[in-house]
């Protein structure tokens, strides 16, 4: 929803159709929403991403391997602008976000019922995120990277 929203806010603003509305999603370096220095009118920040599968070099602004026993890490903080020329990449892993939706899938009729079909939980992909990698897409992908809110 706040994706297409802001698409329709800046397709308006800018009298250009949706259709020729490209994003252009830049990591930042820092990680709290209070060091943004400046405000920007056509510019969005995500933060409060997690990655999983691998983590963020912040320095050399790639994916990196995940240390040995770490399942999460925090992602920094994620700049959408919305742009009319399509920005073609190379050496990126089309990340996946999703969010987790629980549901609750108790039926009131049925009194025997297990923790584990009681509730379940939905990943509903939201979009993807462009991540510069040294390393070869299908390592990222057998790894399950992908980033959560």
């Known amino acids: 929803m706040f994706l297409s929203v802001s698409k329709l806010m800046f397709s308006r603003k800018h009298n250009v159709p949706i259709k020729k509305i490209y994003s252009d999603l830049k990591i930042l370096t820092i990680y709290e929403p209070s060091k943004i220095e400046k405000k920007f009118n ?23 391997n995940s240390v040995p026993g770490m399942y999460r890490y925090d992602m920094p903080i994620i700049c959408l602008k919305f742009v009319t020329k399509e920005i073609i990449l190379q050496n990126v892993y089309k990340c996946p976000v999703y969010t987790i939706c629980v549901e609750n899938n108790i039926k009131k009729s049925n009194a ?35 980033l959560y809110c």
């Open 42 to 64: 056509d510019n969005f920040f995500i933060y409060g991403l997690y990655l999983i599968g691998a983590q963020w070099d912040s320095e050399k602004m790639t994916l990196t």
């Open 112 to 146: 025997n019922f297990t923790r584990s079909n009681q509730m379940r939980s939905l990943h509903i992909h939201i979009m993807t995120v462009p991540l510069k990698t040294n390393i070869c897409v299908a390592h990222w992908i057998r790894r399950g990277t992908a």
